[in-house]
């Protein structure tokens, strides 16, 4: 009787076995039924570890996180691409070329085709994600950032909360005049107590690089300039010149200029510096928030073998086209 049961069971079995659907080696993911392939992922990946070139091998275990984390990625840009094509988004070739002009702009002169060529990626592809990039950007604008503003009530709460923030540290203005000898200093010295202009001795006589604007070195705050000039001249008054001062650049003479007490700055001289962070910093928050509804929103399938056999080994060879 026993063996009259398992007959249909194993026929059972068989058959749902049969009926599951075989999922496609070459798809890692699909987003709304728009498919992330295989290979374009694993180009994906190749890329960012050659970009992390230099970091130490990573394990199997250790490279896992790392795909998921790209396959993250690249999911939540194909459902703004969609939802851009939903929004009929466009940029025009002439944007695109724009672009890929200023990128290449960056580069020192015929350098720009190796990078392309190191990280395996042709003009074709390179249009192809500039466009992309550029379309997700104007959906944010459209869709996000437009609708997102600063209030003056913002303003003065972040401007009252951060005291510290807006307070202008203490800055002196002065000139220098440095020589390579200890007598050619004082020497100097003693001109200067005879009425001598500071900047007509500096542009004959000093040594650094300032010396052609009469040894100015601008105004400053402490810290930005060797500790040895600090320690000189902001015990100064205005018009007062120092003693001899030796450095390991040479014998230094400073006169100061002007002083700048520390103060706070007003809400006028910093709103425009205020906005722009709480502006950025929103724009941050909802696009956060707009890449995170899209996400949930979305139908994602992931084919979790086909992650699995991808190495996170950088591909060998050159895909680059003419």
């Known amino acids: 009787m026993l063996r009259e049961c398992a007959l249909p069971l194993l026929l059972l079995t068989a058959c749902s076995q ?16 728009e498919v992330i392939g295989k290979a374009d992922f694993e180009r994906e990946l190749s890329r960012e570890s050659q970009a992390m070139e230099g970091a130490a091998p990573r394990s199997p275990e250790q490279i896992e996180p ?9 999911i939540e840009r194909l459902a703004l691409l969609q939802a851009a094509r939903d929004a009929q988004v466009q940029v025009s070739p002439e944007e ?4 890929v002009l200023a990128l290449t702009s960056e580069y020192p002169a015929g350098t720009f085709d190796t990078a392309l060529a190191q990280s395996q990626t ?8 500039t466009r992309e990039q550029l379309i997700v950007e104007r959906l944010l604008s459209d869709q996000v950032f437009s609708r997102v ?6 303003i003065r709460a972040a401007y009252d909360e951060n005291p510290d923030a807006w307070t202008e540290a203490e800055q002196v203005h002065a000139q220098q005049l440095v020589v390579k000898g200890l007598d050619e200093a004082k020497r100097l010295q003693q001109l200067l107590w005879q009425g001598k202009k500071f900047a007509d001795l500096a542009r004959r006589y000093s040594l650094s690089p300032d010396a052609k604007v009469g040894g100015d070195l601008g105004f400053f705050k402490r810290g930005e300039l060797p500790q ?10 205005a018009g007062q010149v120092s003693d001899v001062v030796s450095t390991d650049y040479g014998f230094h003479l400073f006169k100061l200029i002007e002083k700048k007490p520390a103060r706070k700055r007003e809400l006028t001289e910093v709103r425009g510096a205020i906005e722009q962070k709480l ?37 060998g060879g050159s895909t680059v086209e003419p």
């Open 96 to 99: 695109v070329d724009r672009r």
């Open 149 to 154: 503003a600063v209030t003056e009530d913002q």
């Open 228 to 237: 040895a000039f600090d320690d000189a001249i902001f015990r100064l008054s």
């Open 18 to 33: 049969q009926q599951k659907p075989q999922q496609d080696g070459n798809v890692i993911a699909t987003v709304n039924g």
């Open 279 to 315: 502006l950025t910093d929103l724009r941050a928050q909802r696009q956060t928030a707009y890449v995170k509804a899209l996400r949930e929103k979305a139908q994602v399938k992931i084919n979790q073998q086909a992650l699995l056999a991808v190495s996170g080994r950088p591909l």
């Open 122 to 129: 042709s003009r074709t592809e390179l249009a192809r994600r």
């Open 66 to 74: 790392f795909k998921q984390a790209l396959l993250e990625t690249m």
